[in-house]
């Protein structure tokens, strides 16, 4: 058994950097920066021994090498993408478990928001770190990826527990949660949401971890093969990667 103790560290305009410690171990998830990362790290006395890398962008690997450089931490990351992480030490690919201090992570493989994007997933604590795949209510932007690939990759995330936590890489709820309305107007999960969100931004709370079961119900990326969506859409009886490619194409306009 066991267990993981995670810290979330905003920083930039609204990214997530994750500090998780499990029995021996002390890993960053995705650091854009390094120095509120080194002193949250300090200030908890939770000495650093691993950066885990989802995917190569800069507001995610920013502070790799001065973390790497101040505390002598290995850097796992994707094997998909082996020349675009700074430092990196120990190459994952999509099917690998990774023993880190104890916590086993589940890598999975899940490209279209980059070519080489991963995700981790501890089992035992019930936790997902998937960087810019998943956002609370959205998906990352396809820079690299085709809407198969990313629709592929979020129904494998999908799959998982729905009492899953999702730790995604950026506060953009509110945001998702306008367009999402002008999708799904009539998902009452989604309404449910979009009041929640708004009362923790009033309160400048963070809407990140949520539950996966949350997601399944409410973020339109994950219900491309719901009816209601294409009925709103009418795109009934369409498949749903078209349908999923109509609302990536949508939101990136909105
Ligand atoms: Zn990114
Ligand atoms: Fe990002």
């Not at 560290?9 to 499990?22: E, G």
């Not at 019930?126 to 932007?141: P, Y």
């Amino acid at each position: 058994m066991s267990t993981l103790e995670i810290r979330q560290i905003p920083v930039l305009k609204d990214n997530f950097i994750y500090l998780v410690k499990s029995e021996s171990a002390v890993a960053v998830i995705d650091p854009a920066v390094a120095e509120p990362v080194l002193a949250e790290s300090r200030a908890l006395g939770w000495p650093i021994t691993h950066i885990l890398n989802t995917h190569h962008h800069a507001d995610h690997v920013g502070g790799n090498l001065e973390i790497k450089k101040a505390t002598g931490c290995t850097i796992v990351g994707p094997a998909h993408d082996p020349d675009r992480i700074p430092g990196m030490d120990v190459q994952v690919a999509g099917g690998d478990t990774y023993d880190l201090g104890g916590a086993q992570a589940q890598v999975f493989f899940v490209p279209g928001h980059t070519r080489g994007h991963i995700a981790y997933w501890f089992k035992e604590a019930g936790a997902l770190f998937c960087g810019d795949t998943i956002f609370s209510i959205g998906c990352g932007r396809l820079f690299e990826g085709t809407p198969l690939q990313m629709w592929t990759s979020l129904k494998r995330l999908r799959a998982l527990p729905p009492e899953t936590h999702v730790y995604c890489a950026h506060e953009y709820t509110a945001s998702n949660v306008r367009f999402a309305l002008s999708i799904d107007p009539d998902n009452g999960a989604l309404r449910a949401r979009a009041a929640e969100v708004a009362a923790l931004r009033a309160l400048n709370k963070p809407t990140v971890p949520s539950l996966l079961a949350g997601e399944i119900a409410a973020n339109p990326f994950l219900r491309a093969d719901a009816p209601e969506i294409a009925a709103h859409l009418h795109m009934q009886g369409r498949d749903p990667v078209d349908i999923f490619t109509e609302i990536r194409k949508r939101k990136d306009v909105f």
